[in-house]
C-alpha cells in the first residue's frame, strides 16, 4: 500500500516521543511504515506517508500520537495512483 500516498506536507500526525514506552505497536498497525522503532522508542521516518487513518493513536497505550482520522482524500489518492501507474501528469481533483 505504500504506493497510496496524499498530498505531501499536510498529515496532522504528531508524536511525543517523551511518552513513547517504545512498545512497537504503533509500527506494527501502521499501513504504510511511517514509524521504525530505535533503541527504546519510535521515530516517525515517513511524515508525508501517513493516510491519517487512526490505528496507530488508537493503539498506543499511553497516547503519545495524536492525529486527525479522516483528512486525507481517498479519492485524490486513489487517482495519484491511477495517474502515476500510467505514466500520465497534470491536476489531480480531490471529491
Ligand atoms: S494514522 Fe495510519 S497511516 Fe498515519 S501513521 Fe498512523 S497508522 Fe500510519
Ligand atoms: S504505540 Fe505509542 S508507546 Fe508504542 S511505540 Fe508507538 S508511540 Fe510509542
Redesign the pocket.
Known amino acids: 500500500m505504500e504506493e497510496f500516498r496524499y498530498i505531501d506536507g499536510v498529515a496532522t500526525l504528531e508524536?511525543n516521543e517523551d511518552?513513547?514506552?517504545?512498545?512497537?505497536?504503533?509500527?506494527t498497525v501502521c499501513p504504510h511504515n511511517v514509524?521504525a522503532?530505535g533503541r527504546s522508542?519510535?521515530r516517525i521516518v515517513d511524515q508525508d506517508g501517513c493516510m491519517e487513518c487512526g490505528a496507530?493513536a488508537n493503539?498506543?497505550?499511553?497516547s503519545?500520537?495524536g492525529v486527525t482520522p479522516g483528512v486525507g482524500c481517498a479519492t485524490y489518492v486513489i487517482k495519484k495512483w491511477w495517474m502515476d501507474l500510467l505514466g500520465k501528469e497534470g491536476p489531480i481533483t480531490c471529491c
Not at 511518552?19 to 509500527?27: A, H, P, T
Not at 493503539?59 to 499511553?62: A, D, E, F, L, R
Request: aromatic share 4%.
Open positions: 508524536l511518552l513513547c514506552v517504545g512498545c512497537g505497536i504503533c509500527e514509524f522503532m522508542k519510535v496507530c493503539n498506543c497505550p499511553v503519545a500520537i
